[in-house]
């Protein structure tokens, strides 16, 4: 299986701090990789696919970046519905599809 | 509008077995990975396995020995049945839209059922 390792595993910020969480997978995966924010009691919800492209009707404050094994999530200017566990998850070549273990952002 | 709707679920004693469907509303079968999912504290987000429109199923190697996924396009609705069930399997288990577009992702999601293993 792709191992996917998210850092950090928690943070706290303040509305309006620009926030990177990042995800490495355990080779290389290429592009294949998607972005969810998930917040409590609710199904994870698609931000990011193909490492880079922003799902239709998600903020443009969201953005991916990276390739190969190491990729990143940006909030450019985080606000307050914003605060939520984002995971990342790999689907390159061979199954099962992963998960990274989750970054909980908390306010400040 | 997309919306997966989950059925049942509950509380199970250890060696029974689980099943879950899933109701799709607001689209049909062809074109996408029907997909289960669970979610645990000890072992976060799992890919349980998939099912496409023509039967084409697959699944995690970790437990494919115990998953059976079907779809049934008369009820457009999709199962998940689960065997010989452990503590370990006590988890949120989600039922999920695929597709594929460059990567693979689940852009549609149920809203998810608790499932219990305990004697």
């Known amino acids: 299986d792709i191992h996917m390792t998210q850092s950090p595993s928690s943070l706290s910020a303040s509305v309006g701090d620009r926030v990177t969480i990042s995800c490495r997978a355990s080779?290389?995966?290429?592009?294949?990789l998607s972005w969810y924010q998930q917040k409590p009691g609710k199904a994870p919800k698609l931000l990011i696919y193909?490492?880079?492209v922003l799902q239709s009707g998600v903020p443009s404050r969201f953005s991916g970046n990276g390739s190969g094994t190491d990729f990143t999530l940006t909030i450019s200017s985080l606000q307050p519905e914003d605060f939520a566990t984002y995971y990342c998850?790999?689907?390159?070549?061979?199954?099962?599809?992963?998960f990274g273990g989750g970054t909980k952002v908390e306010i400040k | 509008q997309v919306q997966l709707q989950q059925r049942a679920a509950g509380l199970l004693k250890p060696s029974e077995t689980l099943s879950l469907t899933c109701a799709v509303y607001?689209?049909?079968?062809?074109?996408?990975?029907w997909t289960w999912i669970r979610q645990s504290p000890g072992k976060g987000l799992e890919w349980i396995g998939e099912?496409?429109?023509?039967?084409?199923?697959n699944f995690n190697p970790s437990l494919t020995s115990r998953v059976t996924i079907s779809l049934d396009t008369s009820k457009n609705q999709f199962a998940l049945r689960l065997s010989s069930v452990t503590a370990a399997d006590t988890a949120i288990y989600f039922c999920?839209?695929?597709?594929?577009?460059?990567?693979?992702?689940?852009?549609?999601w149920g809203q998810g059922t608790l499932v219990t293993v305990s004697s």
């Open positions: 998850q790999q689907s390159y070549n061979t199954l099962p599809l992963t």
């Open positions: 193909t490492a880079s």
């Open positions: 607001g689209e049909s079968f062809s074109g996408y990975y």
């Open positions: 080779q290389s995966i290429r592009s294949y």
């Open positions: 999920a839209r695929g597709r594929i577009v460059g990567s693979s992702f689940f852009d549609y």
């Open positions: 099912i496409t429109l023509s039967g084409t199923t």
